[in-house]
């Protein structure tokens, strides 16, 4: 009960923040956010909602999403909806926006120049969106949205096929391991069906008919059909062959909307919409999408068994700038694709890397600014969630906005991703049985060819090399001297402070007055921008 008021709690202080319930134009969530489409962004309150306990960071996107952690957001999220209905039917007024004359909140006093950092961070946020607002990016964020509500199946079906074959090692319960088989693989094996059904909402179609095409890539009988020359396999072409398959039935579904009579459309439409897709799924897409998936697979065991140093050197290191341009949304069918063929995707600890990377230099900013404590307060909020693989908080409120943290944070990632991938290259497989955590998250989701206690050693160790790699190269080459000038100042008067000059606040040489929290920031300085940002 008390869990319960706690999440209702956070919910109910979030929602007049947001704007109140009239403002909520949409509700969803993810792994670590709650992701809300808003009527009229001028009326959230940024600083109030940073300030609260239960909030690691806000990122504004697509949507405006709010940092909450994993297990958190599942729980919050239903308590703000309910919060939300309420207040629609009491059809509240919207919270007013805080008047640019309004006194700035406590926490934006006592954290100016924290603040300062992450207003720098959300501009280099919404520079980055419009970058990444391309027709192909906007692609790679409809096939993103396709798979990522799967992603709770995948990691709960991930750590029971890891409990299952510890048991199966130890020859432990075996009157329980074939359940908890059927459990891990239920989801696997069906896996093609709810691609679909989300490829076709997402696309516009009727979700229930892409789940139909989809249906037949995994049903038994195909086997019974050739095709190419070869007799078709259940499951052949994956996610991918789902994929292919649901877009299609959109597009014959929309085409049949247009042309055929309205008094037919209910018999004519979903009868058409399967047949055309599944006969092209059928004799076309089930066989391309399967060559596609097994070059996949075959790529990336060849890629880590003969270069997996340099590769995951490489992955690791470039992963947050793959993150930031939107590119990584690419990533997710293939891991789905490898999880799907081999039962883990062998590229996932190695990107986590990147996440190691970041935490090493954030703990080397808190140690190389120690007089700076608005910052040293952010950093130790959010280094929790940042082990744990919750990156956005240090990102874009600490490295990012600092510039040269942000690419000694890479260059951690690179060192950590390396030496995973030495080890795949020496034959030591290291993968992961579901996508969505990384950090300390990933551990029980880990798989490999070697036993479990060699990959969580090796995964470890990766994390271990990402975070002194990330820590020694932000501490001795992540900051100038302009930088250190700037932002190793205190930026507010404590008690402690204020008896020490006899009374007298120290002059803050590095914060911005009043008129700066008036007017809207102009923005990170170019020179102190990361590369490629």
Same mark, same amino acid.
């Given at each position: 009960m008390a869990t319960e008021d706690k999440n209702r709690a956070t919910a109910a202080a979030i929602l007049p923040l947001v704007g109140g319930a009239a403002n909520v134009a949409s509700i969803a969530h993810c792994m670590t956010r709650l992701r809300l489409g808003l009527h009229d962004?001028?009326?959230?309150?940024?600083?109030?909602?940073?300030?609260?306990?239960?909030?690691?960071?806000?990122?504004?996107?697509?949507?405006?999403?709010?940092?909450?952690?994993?297990g958190t957001v599942a729980r919050v999220t239903p308590?703000?909806?309910?919060?939300?209905?309420?207040?629609?039917?009491?059809?509240?007024?919207?919270?007013?926006?805080? @008047?640019?004359?309004?006194?700035?909140?406590?926490?934006?006093?006592?954290?100016?120049?924290?603040?300062?950092?992450? @207003?720098?961070?959300?501009?280099?946020?919404?520079?980055?969106?419009?970058?990444?607002?391309?027709? $192909?990016?906007?692609?790679?964020?409809?096939?993103?949205?396709?798979?990522?509500?799967?992603?709770?199946?995948?990691?709960?079906?991930?750590?029971?096929?890891?409990?299952?074959?510890?048991?199966?090692?130890?020859?432990?319960?075996?009157?329980?391991?074939?359940?908890?088989?059927?459990?891990?693989?239920?989801?696997?094996? +069906?896996?093609?069906?709810?691609?679909?059904?989300?490829?076709?909402?997402? $696309?516009?179609?009727?979700?229930?008919?892409?789940?139909?095409?989809?249906?037949?890539?995994?049903?038994?009988?195909?086997?019974?059909?050739? @095709? $190419?020359?070869?007799?078709?396999?259940?499951?052949?072409?994956?996610? +991918?062959?789902?994929?292919?398959?649901?877009?299609?039935?959109?597009?014959?579904?929309?085409?049949?909307?247009?042309?055929?009579?309205?008094?037919?459309?209910?018999l004519v439409t979903p009868t058409l919409t399967v047949l055309i897709s599944g006969l092209v799924t059928i004799f076309g897409l089930m066989y391309v999408a399967g060559e596609v998936s097994s070059a996949i697979g075959t790529f990336a065991d060849w890629l880590l068994s003969n270069g997996g140093a340099g590769a995951g050197f490489v992955l690791g290191g470039l992963f947050l700038p793959l993150v930031m341009l939107g590119l990584h949304q690419a990533l997710i069918p293939i891991h789905t694709t490898l999880i799907e063929q081999q039962g883990y995707t062998v590229l996932l600890p190695i990107l986590a890397m990147a996440g190691a990377g970041q935490v090493g230099a954030a703990v080397a900013v808190y140690f190389r600014l120690p007089r700076n404590e608005s910052i040293r307060r952010t950093i130790?909020?959010?280094?929790?969630?940042?082990?744990?693989?919750?990156?956005?908080?240090?990102?874009?409120?600490?490295? +990012?906005?600092?510039?040269?943290?942000?690419?000694?944070?890479?260059?951690?990632?690179?060192?950590?991703?390396?030496?995973?991938?030495?080890?795949?290259?020496?034959?030591?497989?290291?993968?992961?049985?579901?996508?969505?955590?990384?950090?300390? @998250?990933?551990?029980?989701?880990?798989?490999?060819?070697?036993?479990l206690g060699s990959t969580i050693a090796i995964y470890g160790g990766g994390l271990l090399v990402g975070y002194v790699a990330g820590f020694l190269a932000t501490y001795f080459f992540g900051f100038g001297k302009e930088l250190l000038a700037e932002f190793n100042v205190s930026q507010e008067p404590t008690p402690s402070t204020v008896a020490a000059t006899g009374g007298t606040s120290p002059a803050p040489t590095a914060t911005t007055g009043p008129d700066h929290r008036d007017h809207p920031d102009p923005g990170p300085d170019p020179a102190k921008a990361p590369a490629g940002v």
């Amino acid at each position: 009960m008390a869990t319960e008021d706690k999440n209702r709690a956070t919910a109910a202080a979030i929602l007049p923040l947001v704007g109140g319930a009239a403002n909520v134009a949409s509700i969803a969530h993810c792994m670590t956010r709650l992701r809300l489409g808003l009527h009229d962004r001028s009326l959230v309150d940024d600083e109030a909602l940073k300030a609260l306990p239960a909030v690691m960071g806000v990122v504004e996107d697509d949507t405006y999403q709010i940092v909450l952690g994993p297990g958190t957001v599942a729980r919050v999220t239903p308590e703000f909806e309910h919060l939300v209905e309420e207040g629609r039917a009491a059809a509240p007024a919207a919270s007013p926006a805080p @008047a640019p004359g309004d006194a700035p909140s406590a926490s934006a006093v006592s954290a100016v120049s924290a603040d300062e950092l992450a @207003a720098q961070g959300a501009a280099i946020k919404a520079q980055q969106k419009a970058k990444n607002a391309t027709p $192909f990016k906007l692609f790679l964020r409809k096939i993103a949205n396709i798979f990522v509500p799967l992603i709770p199946a995948l990691i709960g079906c991930g750590i029971i096929a890891g409990l299952n074959g510890l048991l199966v090692n130890l020859e432990w319960l075996p009157a329980v391991t074939p359940a908890l088989a059927a459990m891990a693989s239920g989801f696997m094996a +069906l896996i093609a069906v709810f691609v679909g059904y989300n490829t076709a909402k997402e $696309f516009g179609g009727t979700p229930i008919l892409g789940g139909a095409v989809a249906a037949i890539i995994v049903f038994p009988g195909v086997a019974n059909i050739d @095709a $190419f020359g070869q007799t078709l396999s259940p499951g052949q072409g994956g996610v +991918l062959g789902a994929l292919g398959a649901a877009v299609l039935a959109v597009y014959v579904e929309k085409w049949c909307r247009r042309w055929v009579p309205e008094a037919l459309d209910v018999l004519v439409t979903p009868t058409l919409t399967v047949l055309i897709s599944g006969l092209v799924t059928i004799f076309g897409l089930m066989y391309v999408a399967g060559e596609v998936s097994s070059a996949i697979g075959t790529f990336a065991d060849w890629l880590l068994s003969n270069g997996g140093a340099g590769a995951g050197f490489v992955l690791g290191g470039l992963f947050l700038p793959l993150v930031m341009l939107g590119l990584h949304q690419a990533l997710i069918p293939i891991h789905t694709t490898l999880i799907e063929q081999q039962g883990y995707t062998v590229l996932l600890p190695i990107l986590a890397m990147a996440g190691a990377g970041q935490v090493g230099a954030a703990v080397a900013v808190y140690f190389r600014l120690p007089r700076n404590e608005s910052i040293r307060r952010t950093i130790k909020s959010a280094l929790p969630a940042g082990l744990l693989g919750v990156g956005e908080p240090l990102i874009y409120g600490v490295s +990012l906005p600092l510039g040269r943290p942000f690419i000694t944070a890479c260059v951690g990632g690179a060192f950590g991703g390396g030496f995973v991938g030495l080890f795949n290259q020496l034959g030591d497989t290291v993968g992961s049985t579901a996508i969505g955590p990384s950090g300390w @998250a990933l551990f029980p989701l880990l798989d490999g060819n070697h036993g479990l206690g060699s990959t969580i050693a090796i995964y470890g160790g990766g994390l271990l090399v990402g975070y002194v790699a990330g820590f020694l190269a932000t501490y001795f080459f992540g900051f100038g001297k302009e930088l250190l000038a700037e932002f190793n100042v205190s930026q507010e008067p404590t008690p402690s402070t204020v008896a020490a000059t006899g009374g007298t606040s120290p002059a803050p040489t590095a914060t911005t007055g009043p008129d700066h929290r008036d007017h809207p920031d102009p923005g990170p300085d170019p020179a102190k921008a990361p590369a490629g940002v």
